[in-house]
């Protein structure tokens, strides 16, 4: 039976449990902090290229936490009738049937419209439509793995913005995501994780533009007093300008990639 037994054929676990931390003897309930691994101000890292998908005229890929997702953006193309004085914008987002726990039926991966609707008002206000008559630009978002809607919504907009400015659509300013759970016994928590956003008593999502300093979308759920609020978005808002410096170092970076692959031809 040994010699039968094949090493290099035992089946990964479908799913996988990070380790529980005991609290020590010395913390009382109050003092204990979820996070091991980072601080509660701090984001998780971010992994973002460009350029992946060579059939659409831009492109982007993301890895931010517990979500993954590729966007492909094709345009500006001419739109069909009717005649519009500025473009318009089409965006579509797609779950993988492997994207989240439990898996998607196939054929059913759309994802509610809301989302879609979000991350089109967010993302409207940076794209300058108004130099695109009689076109339209299609944007395309394929969830690989997700955990939290707010945390989709986020790195959506992020890697979709990325996209855009990569197919050399002109648009007044980069758009970037942020997420802002606040809990009651550990203040604001910064890029929440899927356990962390089911314990908080709110959560925002903000969507801006750090190089002009503006809001172009914002999401609360939840109850918050006035003052939370308002430390919420300013938290968000400074969180958003480390996400955009990833956003802009990313898009150098594949414009010389393939500045260098032209010489090289």
């Known amino acids: ?11 990964a676990p479908e799913v996988s449990v990070p380790p529980i931390y005991e609290d020590s003897p010395e913390a009382g309930p ?3 902090t979820r996070r091991v691994d980072r601080a509660i101000d701090e984001a998780r890292p971010i992994f973002l290229k460009t350029g992946l998908i060579s059939q659409a005229n831009g492109s982007g890929y993301i890895e931010s936490g517990g979500v993954k997702i590729a966007c492909s953006v094709y345009g500006p193309r001419p739109k069909a009738p009717p005649y519009t004085p500025q473009g318009t914008l089409n965006l579509e987002v ?4 492997f994207a989240s726990d439990p898996r998607r039926a196939p054929l059913r991966d759309t994802e509610p419209i809301s989302l879609s609707q979000l991350l089109t008002q967010s993302l409207l206000p940076t794209i300058q439509l108004h130099l695109l008559p009689k ?37 007044y300013a980069l758009g970037t995501g942020s997420v802002i759970a606040h ?3 550990e203040g604001l928590l910064l890029d929440p994780e899927e356990g962390e956003e089911g314990e908080a008593e709110g959560i ?3 969507g801006s533009m750090p190089a002009l300093g503006k809001v172009t979308g914002l999401v609360l759920e939840g109850e918050v007093g006035v003052d939370q609020a308002v430390e919420m978005i300013e938290k968000a808002i400074s969180a958003s300008r480390d996400t955009h ?10 414009a010389q990639e393939r500045g260098i692959g032209g010489e090289a031809e």
């Open 1 to 11: 039976m040994a010699t039968a037994f094949d090493r290099r054929r035992i089946p």
């Open 30 to 32: 109050s003092t204990r």
């Open 94 to 97: 797609k779950f993988a049937p």
């Open 135 to 171: 076109s339209s630009i299609d944007i395309y978002l394929l969830v690989l793995e997700s955990d939290t809607p707010t945390n989709v919504l986020s790195a959506g907009l992020t890697v979709a913005s990325a996209a855009i400015a990569d197919a050399g659509i002109a648009m």
């Open 183 to 185: 809990s009651s016994a």
């Open 204 to 206: 925002l999502t903000l």
């Open 245 to 254: 410096t990833v956003l802009a170092q990313s898009l150098i970076e594949g």
